[in-house]
């Protein structure tokens, strides 16, 4: 079985340009997250759908910042117009159902490298 | 405010070896505490996951241990490999939403 597939694995862009990531959850997910990882710093949430719909977005930074997920397969995120601060990694993560005591086991891709310079 | 705080920050140790990585966390309501393995260049990998009645939990050469009373959970790996060299995560899943809250990483250093 596949695992989380994302691309690219390293994006370097200008600043005011834009950046599409993507994110391939593994067969039958119906939850995809999405988190990122500024250097130095821990990886935090920015958002959670539930098959196409958005179920939590509070970590999602500021509007520059567009995730979809048309029909529940994939998923993108769009970031326009990208600052330096946008600079990180990118992970999407996946998982299924629901287990006893919250313990949805999320499965995690690869990571996007996004470089603004 | 919900943090993971995790201890030490880099670790260094000769192949055989156990060590053991700290989590203090401050995070409410708690649902849940994991630890994650992450190689370089790659996603974190799910080594266990613990609920607040759950003390231990091994997976092979690890085992990690809550104490939802004093908010503290180690990891602790057993006759260490080179394999082993990666960064470990402690991540919380609580709060209002539920999400995940990740602490920074150890990251050991396994040295033949």
């Known amino acids: 079985e596949a695992g989380v597939t994302q691309f690219p694995s390293h994006s370097v862009i200008e600043k005011g340009q834009t950046v599409t990531l993507r994110c391939d959850p593994i067969?039958?997910?119906?939850?995809l997250y999405w988190y990122r990882r500024v250097m130095g710093k821990e990886i935090k949430f920015l958002l959670h759908?539930?098959?196409?719909?958005?179920?939590?977005e509070s970590g999602m930074p500021n509007n520059r910042f567009l995730a979809e997920r048309t029909g529940g397969t994939y998923s993108t995120l769009k970031v326009q117009p990208a600052e330096l601060e946008d600079s990180g990694v990118y992970f999407c993560?996946?998982?299924?159902?629901?287990?006893?005591?919250?313990?949805?086991?999320?499965?995690f891709g690869p990571g996007t490298r996004l470089t603004v310079t | 405010k919900n943090q993971v705080e995790q201890s030490p920050q880099s670790l260094i140790i000769l192949e055989g070896k156990n060590c053991t990585l700290q989590?203090?966390?401050?995070?409410?309501?708690?649902?849940?505490l994991r630890w994650y393995k992450q190689d370089t260049g790659r996603g974190p990998v799910s080594l266990t996951i613990?609920?607040?009645?759950?003390n231990t939990k091994s997976n092979g050469r690890y085992t990690a241990t809550l104490d939802a009373d004093t908010k503290q959970s180690s990891l602790h790996i057993t006759a260490s490999q080179l394999s082993d060299s990666a960064s470990y995560i402690c991540?919380?899943?609580?709060?209002?939403?539920?999400?995940?809250?990740f602490g920074k990483g150890t990251k050991l250093s396994v040295k033949p």
């Open positions: 759908f539930v098959k196409e719909s958005k179920q939590d």
């Open positions: 067969s039958g997910h119906d939850n």
């Open positions: 991540v919380v899943s609580g709060g209002s939403q539920g999400n995940l809250i």
């Open positions: 993560a996946s998982s299924q159902g629901f287990l006893a005591g919250g313990r949805r086991e999320q499965y």
């Open positions: 989590c203090n966390y401050t995070v409410s309501p708690f649902s849940n």
């Open positions: 613990m609920t607040f009645s759950e």
